[in-house]
T-cell receptor, first 117, second 112 residues
C-alpha cells in the first residue's frame, strides 16, 4: 500500500517569494508521483508527474519537483510566487501495476497556499 | 479535445432519494475512476472501471453505492437512499496509458 504525507496544511508566502510545498511518500515498490492544484469549486489540474527517468520534473506555471528516493520525498517548488498561485495543492502517488492503475491515486491531505501582496 | 465532462455540476437531493452522477472520459481514454472529496478528509478513491467492467471497487461503500461504465454512454455513479453524510464533491478522472489522471470539474452533491 502507498501513503502520502503533506507537511503543512497551510503555507503562506509573499508575492515573489519562493514556494516550497513538502510531500513525503511511502511505497513498497517504485512509485509514480504527481502534484495537482485545485482552485475553489473546481476540479484538479495536473501540475507535473514523475514516472521514470530524470528526477527533476518541470511542470506547468513554473512549478517543478524533485524525486528523492533516499528521502522518499517529492517536494514542489516555484522560484517566485504569483497571486494566481493561491490554491490548494495535492501530492499523490500510485504504482506501475501493468498500466492499469495509473489513475488509482492515493492523495495527501492537501496544502492550501496563500500568497500575500 | 474536450476534457473529462461531469454533470450535473451541482445536485441537491432530499434524504432517501437517489443521486445519479455522470462522467464522460476524455477522448481516447477507456479507464474511468471515481473519487470522493469530503470536507476535512481529502480525496479518496472509490472505484475504477473500464468499459462494461468494474476493475477495482475497493473504495466503494458496501451499501447504496454502485457504478457502471456501459459500452455506450457515460459512466454513472449511483447513490441510493442518500443520507446527509453523502454530501461531498464527487470527481471523475480518466487516465491515458502514460500515467496520471485527468479530472473533471466534479459534482457537488448536497443532501438536505
Amino acid at each position: 500500500a502507498q501513503s502520502v504525507t503533506q507537511l503543512g496544511s497551510h503555507v503562506s508566502v509573499s508575492e515573489g517569494a519562493l514556494v516550497l510545498l513538502r510531500c513525503n511518500y511511502s511505497s513498497s515498490v517504485p512509485p509514480y508521483l504527481f502534484w495537482y492544484v485545485q482552485y475553489p469549486n473546481q476540479g484538479l489540474q495536473l501540475l507535473l508527474k514523475y514516472t521514470t527517468g530524470a528526477t527533476l520534473v518541470k511542470g506547468i506555471n513554473g512549478f517543478e519537483a524533485e524525486f528523492k528516493k533516499s528521502e522518499t520525498s517529492f517536494h514542489l517548488t516555484k522560484p517566485s510566487a504569483h497571486m494566481s498561485d493561491a490554491a490548494e495543492y495535492f501530492c499523490a502517488v500510485t504504482i506501475n501495476a501493468g498500466g492499469t492503475s495509473y489513475g488509482k491515486l492515493t492523495f495527501g491531505q492537501g496544502t492550501i497556499l496563500t500568497v500575500h501582496p | 479535445n474536450a476534457g473529462v465532462m461531469q454533470n450535473p455540476r451541482h445536485l441537491v437531493r432530499r434524504r432517501g432519494q437517489e443521486a445519479r452522477l455522470r462522467c464522460s472520459p476524455m477522448k481516447g481514454h477507456s479507464h474511468v475512476y471515481w473519487y470522493r472529496q469530503l470536507p476535512e478528509e481529502g480525496l479518496k478513491f472509490m472505484v475504477y472501471l473500464q468499459k462494461e467492467n468494474i476493475i477495482d471497487e475497493s473504495g466503494m461503500p458496501k451499501e447504496r453505492f454502485s457504478a457502471e461504465f456501459p459500452k455506450e454512454g457515460p459512466s454513472i455513479l449511483r447513490i441510493q437512499q442518500v443520507v446527509r453524510g453523502d454530501s461531498a464533491a464527487y470527481f471523475c478522472a480518466s487516465s491515458p496509458p502514460t500515467g496520471g489522471a485527468f479530472f473533471g470539474q466534479g459534482t457537488r452533491l448536497t443532501v438536505v
